[in-house]
């Protein structure tokens, strides 16, 4: 049962910590996405990777997060310092062609930056 | 700023009968997707309609697409209690790599 993999489910922090995000892609497939959801902002895409290079990343705040694909497997979002404001749920999703095919998401990080 | 915009945005309706919810968006598409959000978890995918295309089924889903009018439109027949979700569209931008998604629709089916 092919699926994305996020951990953590669930992380609170104190602000001024750094918290890293972390994405397990559907084995095979090509494009990572990182999307934030809130309830003001609705579902915003952070960054995306194609074959493991950054494509984009104009949705993510550049002073604090960073968005990485190590490897095929492994896809990480870090917010360094954390604050109160980036506290959201963050998803990541792959996909095999994306626009042309379904995107998988994962069940996604609940971030709360106290 | 968000490229698909649905409306209603919230909905509220009796278990058997239809629900639609609609959706426009401001740059040409290749493709427009729909999907559902159950509270609290990600994002499950629907289905798929191509700008050449006008109209899909899939089981109780139809979906429309008018790309004159830059709209799409969901509709559920014969709506369950289960069908409680959020909906979303998402386009690609005309051919780009990036899937954006709209505000949704909040779809409460009272049993």
């Known amino acids: 049962d092919a699926r994305v993999t996020q951990t953590p489910r669930d992380k609170v922090t104190e602000m001024g910590q750094e918290v890293t995000m972390r994405c397990q892609p559907i084995?095979?497939?090509?494009?990572v996405f990182w999307y934030r959801q809130t309830m003001m902002q609705g579902l915003e895409l952070l960054a995306y990777?194609?074959?493991?290079?950054?494509?984009?990343d104009s949705g993510m705040p550049k002073d604090r997060f960073s968005a990485e694909m190590p490897d095929a497997t492994l896809a990480t979002l870090k917010i360094q310092p954390s604050e109160p404001r980036d506290s959201a749920v963050y998803f990541c999703?792959?996909?095999?062609?994306?626009?042309?095919?379904?995107?998988?998401f994962g069940q996604g990080t609940r971030l709360t930056v106290v | 700023s968000q490229q698909g915009e649905e409306d209603p945005q919230a909905l509220s309706i009796q278990e058997g009968e239809n629900a639609t919810m609609n959706c426009s968006y401001k740059?040409?598409?290749?493709?427009l997707q729909w999907y559902r959000q159950n509270s609290g978890r990600g994002l499950v995918h629907l289905i798929l309609?191509?700008?050449?295309?006008r109209e899909k089924h899939s089981g109780r889903l139809r979906v429309t697409l008018d790309t004159s009018k830059k709209s799409s439109s969901l509709l559920i027949t014969a709506s369950r209690a289960a069908d409680t979700a959020s909906y979303f569209c998402?386009?690609?931008?005309?051919?780009?790599?990036?899937?954006?998604f709209g505000a949704g629709t909040r779809l409460f089916v009272k049993a």
């Open positions: 999703a792959s996909s095999a062609e994306p626009g042309n095919t379904e995107a998988f």
């Open positions: 084995l095979g497939h090509n494009t």
């Open positions: 990777f194609r074959n493991r290079a950054p494509l984009d």
């Open positions: 740059t040409s598409i290749n493709n």
């Open positions: 309609i191509r700008s050449n295309e």
């Open positions: 998402a386009t690609d931008r005309g051919g780009g790599f990036k899937t954006i």
